[in-house]
């Protein structure tokens, strides 16, 4: 039987009673996905699972999904590596609130990280519930986002917005740059409605959103700085401290999450796999 642990009273759960070495039966794949879709981020601890195990339980939640923007394994572009070395300084993958690549037309519906070998202290992961966040929403603020776009850009992929070369993370890593499709606009609700839960959910991700539709960048800055500072208050998020063997699956369209840098002269791997979500026209009809 499931045991479901929250972690906070907005965010996360432990879930226990699961072996995920073993074949997932639809009721139980049922169960997962219902604890994701309440939880928007769950955690399964002790599994030290190999890559097919990984696969199997990613596609649980939707089909396996190809990186885009960042260079798979040599022998398994659905898996990322990622890692960050001992000797490595300087940034690391993820480190900033976001949420992924939702500048694509069809963003990724989430991601599988399984913890292969953590740091002896560091190296959390937060992640944002955007669902308590536009709960909280100033009225003000829910009034400028109802029923109004984004505009995403996947600025640091892009030409235009890339970073400096010598600011480039530089690591083991391999992230795509000066790619000028990714320079283009693409508009997504700035509140989705999740399709199975009805919940609503902010959609605006802090380092690919430029403007709100309808305003220009000047326009929409105050509003977007006071969202940013808003949708990550601490009630929001909860603050994982992972363990080797441990795997976690979050909804990339309800969450924001970030990676903590602060394990320097530590290893830190994880196996990191994606699934499709839900059309984004799914969440966009139901909010209207
Ligand atoms: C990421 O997927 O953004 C990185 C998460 C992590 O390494 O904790």
């Known amino acids: 039987m499931l045991i479901e642990r929250p972690?906070?009273?907005?965010?996360?759960?432990e879930i226990e009673g699961v072996d995920l070495k073993q074949p997932i039966s639809s009721d139980l794949a049922g169960e997962l996905r219902d604890a994701l879709d309440r939880r928007l981020v769950v955690f399964f601890r002790d599994q030290?699972?190999?890559?097919?195990?990984?696969?199997?339980?990613t596609r649980v939640f939707g089909p396996l999904a190809r990186s885009t923007y960042i260079e798979g394994m040599p022998d398994d572009p659905f898996v990322i590596r990622v890692i960050k070395e001992a000797y490595e300084g300087g940034g690391v993958f993820g480190g900033d609130w976001h949420s992924d690549l939702s500048f694509l037309e069809q963003p990724p519906g989430g991601s599988v990280l399984n913890a292969v070998e953590v740091p002896p202290y560091g190296g959390d992961t937060l992640w944002a519930s955007q669902v308590a966040a536009y709960e909280a929403l100033p009225p003000d603020l829910r009034t400028v986002l109802d029923g109004r776009d984004a505009v995403h850009v996947g600025k640091p992929h892009g030409v235009k917005w890339a970073p400096p070369m010598e600011t480039r993370m530089t690591g083991a890593i391999r992230i795509v740059r000066d790619d000028p499709t990714a320079d283009e606009e693409r508009s997504?609700?700035?509140?989705l409605?999740?399709?199975?839960?009805g919940r609503r959910s902010v959609y605006v991700n802090p380092i690919y959103v430029t403007r709100l539709d309808g305003m220009t960048e000047e326009e929409s800055r105050p509003l977007l700085d006071r969202l940013r500072i808003h949708c990550i208050r601490p009630e929001f998020f909860c603050r994982f401290r992972w363990t080797a063997g441990t795997v976690a699956v979050w909804d990339n369209y309800s969450t924001l999450h970030y990676a903590v840098n602060d394990y320097a002269g530590f290893r830190r791997l994880m196996m990191r796999t994606t699934f499709s979500g839900r059309a984004i026209a799914e969440w966009r009809r139901a909010t209207s």
């Open 7 to 13: 972690l906070t009273g907005t965010i996360g759960a």
């Open 48 to 57: 030290f699972i190999d890559v097919a195990q990984q696969k199997v339980l």
């Open 188 to 191: 997504h609700p700035a509140v």
């Open 193 to 197: 409605t999740h399709p199975v839960t």
